[in-house]
């Protein structure tokens, strides 16, 4: 198949299909001789695998990982184990940022008044100010090397 019928099969941009082969998470597939990728049942696969991984918000090294073990059936599975377990960890530590975020913006709102003019808006007031601007700063933890 083209790459547009893989894109259609697996619901996937066709500019992303091409990421990711450059990125070499997908194989790169044969040509015709007119110059066209010709793509199998294999690379459907792998392209759904892929996105399945993205859908759980696993960045690109993380699925290269998994991608080896799924290479290497004969290997220890431990590894997967622990790769999922760090990427729960990654995720709990986001949920606790988006919830310091929300706080922050019900602060925020709290300095709403719906019917002052914007000149007198608290929201746009403490967002000007310098002072509160470090409070509204946080952390920003990038959870895994790589591209997300």
């Known amino acids: 198949m083209k790459i547009g019928e893989l894109a259609q099969a697996t619901d996937t941009p066709v500019e992303t299909i091409r990421f990711y082969e450059k990125e070499g998470l997908l194989p790169t597939p044969a040509r015709t001789e007119s110059n066209y990728r010709i793509y199998g049942p294999e690379h459907v696969e792998r392209l759904m695998f892929i996105r399945r991984c993205r859908s759980l918000d696993m960045a690109l090294d993380e699925i290269r990982a998994l991608l080896r073990f799924k290479e290497s059936p004969q290997e220890n599975c431990g590894g997967v184990g622990e790769l999922l377990e760090e990427h729960l960890g990654h995720v709990a530590q986001r949920i606790r940022e988006l919830r310091a975020l929300e706080k922050q913006l019900k602060g925020l709102l709290e300095q709403c008044s719906t019917t ?17 601007a470090r409070a509204f700063k946080r952390a920003v933890t990038k959870h895994v090397h790589g591209t997300h």
């Open 116 to 132: 002052a003019a914007s000149g007198d808006c608290g929201i746009l007031k403490e967002l000007s100010s310098e002072g509160p």
